[in-house]
C-alpha cells in the first residue's frame, strides 16, 4: 500500500464548478501538507501548504486537513479553464523544504 | 531571476550506457533533490542533498547516484542506464526553512532504448 493515495481522475468539470480533490495517507508523522499545480510539460509549483490540521484559504482555492482521519482536501471556486492541470498533494514529516512523499496526482480538465 | 535549470531536456540513451542529468539553481539553496516522474506513480524521490557533501538515498535511489561538490549543482548519474529508468526527471531546491517550497526545474525527459 502507498504511503499516499490519490485519485488519479481524470476529472472533467465545466466552468464554475466546485472542485474537490482528495488524498489519504498512513503515515500519521505527517505534519506538513502541501499541494502542487502541474501544468502539461512543466514542473510543479507550490499552490497551497498547510501545517498539522485545520484549513486555509487563498483566493479560490481551499486547503484542509484532518489529522484524525489522515485525509487532505483541495477545494477550487469558480473553476476556470486556467485551473486545467494535475494537482499532486505531498506529505512531510520534517516541514515543506525537506523531504515529500507525494500522491500519484489528479488530473482536471475545466470546460469552458 | 533566481532559477533552475536543467539539461538536457531531452534524452535518448542506450541500455547499459551511462548517462548523467544536470541541475543548476541560482537561488544558493542548501537543499537539493531529485524526483522521477511515472504515471500511476506521482514523483518519487531517488535522492536528496542537504548541504554540500551531503548526499542521502530517497524511495527509489537503486542505479542513480549524486554528488554535491558545490552549492549550485547536483547532477544525477544512472550508472548502467535500463529501461525501467525511462522516466521524466526533476530537480528541485529548496532553502531549508520550515515553510519554505521546493523549487521545480523544468524536467528532463528521458528514454532509455
Known amino acids: 500500500q502507498k504511503e499516499v493515495e490519490q485519485d488519479p481522475g481524470p476529472l472533467s468539470v465545466p466552468e464554475g464548478a466546485i472542485v474537490s480533490l482528495n488524498c489519504t495517507y498512513s503515515n500519521s508523522a505527517f505534519q506538513y501538507f502541501m499541494w502542487y499545480r502541474q501544468y502539461s510539460r512543466k514542473g510543479p509549483e507550490l499552490l497551497m501548504y498547510t501545517y498539522s490540521s485545520g484549513n486555509k484559504e487563498d483566493g479560490r482555492f481551499t486547503a484542509q486537513v484532518d489529522k484524525s482521519s489522515k485525509y487532505i482536501s483541495l477545494f477550487i471556486r469558480d473553476s476556470q479553464p486556467s485551473d486545467s492541470a494535475t494537482y499532486l498533494c505531498a506529505m512531510s514529516v520534517g516541514g515543506s523544504a525537506r523531504q515529500l512523499t507525494f500522491g500519484s496526482g489528479t488530473q482536471l480538465t475545466v470546460l469552458p | 531571476d533566481a532559477e533552475i535549470t536543467q539539461s538536457p531536456r531531452h534524452k535518448i540513451t542506450e541500455t547499459g550506457r551511462q548517462v548523467t542529468l544536470a541541475c543548476h539553481q541560482t537561488?544558493?539553496?542548501?537543499?537539493m533533490f531529485w524526483y522521477r516522474q511515472d504515471l500511476g506513480h506521482g514523483l518519487r524521490l531517488i535522492h536528496y542533498s542537504y548541504g554540500v557533501q551531503d548526499t542521502n538515498k530517497g524511495e527509489v535511489s537503486d542505479g542513480y547516484s549524486v554528488s554535491r561538490s558545490n552549492t549550485e549543482d547536483l547532477p544525477l548519474t544512472l550508472e548502467s542506464a535500463a529501461s525501467s529508468q525511462t522516466s521524466v526527471y526533476f530537480c528541485?531546491?529548496?532553502?531549508?526553512?520550515?515553510?519554505?517550497?521546493?523549487?521545480f526545474g523544468p524536467g528532463t525527459r528521458l528514454t532509455v532504448l
Open positions: 528541485a531546491s529548496s532553502e531549508g526553512l520550515v515553510g519554505d517550497t521546493q523549487y
Open positions: 537561488w544558493n539553496h542548501n537543499n
